[in-house]
């Protein structure tokens, strides 16, 4: 997806990478073992004979002056082992997103919130990929911490995302905690609401410095391979969470009460774990303040010049955005809920110890199984789109997987089998795969190469919008249909239809090359 130009999808174009590797009287020297990078003088090498003295960092640039760049090439290649270890961290942070997915919803259907109401507490993703994103991009690019400019900001939002997790996984337990009769209450609500909103916020914190972690320690010959091996651990993120998702481990494990608990605990461990390694094998350089300078320009400024400014090719790529996730976020809300209900005749607002409930519960659990294939579908697509593509044509191949969305999507509103329900959950990996790739190789074959990031932000911009209509206005269409949750994927569906259609009047450039297209990732 573009890693080595895309930095934490944002609208900032590549930093610096690694500036000041060598000065004029010292140099410095990276040290694998101990994951730092040390310097010595030059000017004492003889007089130590060869034993090293590390010491600090330290710039000799006055301050308002430029430093001098460093090219890309002088970075060296980091081994398939540490290209391993940093990509991994994507592995931890998708298993979370795939829960976040597959159970938010379900968990608060079961703490009295009402489908009504549950799009407002969803609001957190749109607003976070429109704020988070973009701030800790410019903040990440200019941060002098000890430990580098990225690694601060995953390590602490990897904190908060376990944080959250550990809140709304727990939010029905800790209201009874707190003197409450059972779990269906305000202060339950309230403390899954704010995990949800901290999980979520954390979590655009954390990806966007994991994909900038890419391109400052890697070379550009080995952005490609590292943004495969990014897909890939997306891939399989989401392959693990909806598996888990999907059994009932609280059979296996009851005395932790509840399946959603064991689930996040699973999801908070393997996040740990895999931020841990990427971090410690992952070293990076602290820059100095003389580097960062003074002047850094307001992002939010930036994209709305750029939105303003868009070329006529770029504007059709962004209504094709727009409707297509308007789409994809009635099934980030209401997917695997709607299978508890509708297919499996559930109520998730039921009590947890009544049938009404079990059914509800076996009904997500087969709705994450669905998503569990979809994901795996979603892999296997994305090796055959790169062919597709030369084959038909990136436009027949955009408007055939948003008509397919229509068509997995408009049918719900008349489907009572769980087979059937499976096949059409499993079937949107294939448009899943094609939303993750072509709209950013579109970008990529439509602007100039320094723009970018830029208009990849602005991109984004086109993923939150819909998202805030959809929050916004989903809950009074399912009262009017009497709760029915597949109207949404109908809406959805005809949304992903207008989307098809305006696939065919995108502008391509004549000799524009779409072997920019690499294997599809994930959310």
Not at 128 to 157: A, C, E
Not at 260 to 269: K, L, S, V
Not at 500 to 511: E, N, P, T, V, Y
Request: neutral net charge; glycine residues 8%; contains cysteine.
């Amino acid at each position: 997806l573009l890693f080595d130009r895309t930095v934490s999808s944002t609208i900032h174009t590549q930093p610096r990478l690694q500036q000041h590797l060598f000065h004029p009287t010292t140099m410095n020297i990276f040290k694998p073992k101990a994951n730092r990078y040390s310097q010595i003088s030059t000017d004492d090498e003889e007089e130590k004979n060869d034993k090293f003295q590390t010491f600090e960092i330290q710039e000799d640039f006055p301050e308002d002056s430029e430093p001098p760049p460093i090219q890309k090439g002088n970075v060296p290649p980091l081994s398939t082992f540490r290209l391993l270890c940093l990509t991994v961290s994507f592995l931890g942070i998708q298993f979370g997103w795939a829960l976040q997915i597959g159970l938010t919803t379900p968990i608060f259907l079961s703490l009295g919130v009402t489908k009504e109401w549950v799009s407002y507490a969803w609001l957190a993703g749109p607003i976070s990929g429109l704020l988070v994103q973009p701030i800790v991009g410019v903040l990440s690019d200019r941060t002098t911490h000890k430990w580098g400019r990225r690694r601060p900001y995953i390590v602490y939002g990897s904190i908060a995302v376990v944080i959250g997790q550990l809140m709304i996984s727990n939010a029905g337990s800790l209201s009874v905690l707190m003197g409450h009769h059972d779990h269906k209450n305000g202060f339950a609500i309230f403390l899954a609401v704010l995990g949800f909103w901290i999980m979520d916020l954390a979590n655009n914190a954390v990806q966007g410095p994991c994909r900038a972690l890419l391109v400052d320690v890697a070379p550009a010959e080995q952005q490609n391979l590292g943004g495969s091996m990014f897909s890939f651990m997306l891939g399989l993120g989401n392959l693990a969470g909806y598996a888990m998702a999907s059994v009932d481990v609280v059979q296996i494990m009851p005395f932790f009460g509840s399946n959603q608990r064991i689930i996040f605990g699973m999801a908070m461990i393997s996040l740990l774990i895999c931020i841990s390694i990427t971090v410690y094998f992952t070293p990076e350089r602290r820059i100095s303040k003389a580097e960062v300078g003074n002047r850094v320009e307001n992002p939010f400024v930036k994209i709305w010049k750029a939105m303003v400014n868009m070329p006529k090719a770029m504007t059709r790529i962004c209504a094709v955005q727009f409707f297509t996730w308007i789409a994809w976020f009635t099934v980030f809300l209401f997917g695997t809920a709607w299978v508890g209900e509708s297919i499996f005749g559930g109520n998730g607002n039921a009590d947890e110890e009544s049938e009404s409930y079990k059914k509800f519960d076996h009904g997500v659990q087969f709705g994450s199984l669905a998503l569990c294939v979809n994901s795996a579908i979603t892999m296997a697509a994305s090796v055959i789109l790169p062919i597709a593509v030369r084959k038909y044509g990136i436009k027949a191949v955009y408007s055939f997987g948003q008509f397919f969305l229509g068509v997995c999507l408009i049918p719900t509103i008349f489907v009572s089998n769980k087979w059937v329900a499976f096949l059409l959950l499993s079937g949107l990996g294939i448009p899943w795969s094609v939303a993750m790739v072509l709209p950013f190789s579109l970008v990529a074959m439509t602007v100039d190469e320094s723009k970018c990031g830029l208009y990849i932000g602005v991109l984004n911009i086109f993923v939150v919008i819909p998202q805030l209509v959809v929050a916004l206005g989903i809950g009074e269409v399912i009262t009017l249909a009497n709760g029915n949750m597949a109207v949404a994927f109908v809406l959805g569906g005809i949304s992903s239809l207008i989307a098809s259609a305006l696939c065919w009047a995108l502008i391509i450039r004549k000799g524009a090359d779409v072997t920019v297209l690499s294997s599809g990732g994930s959310h």
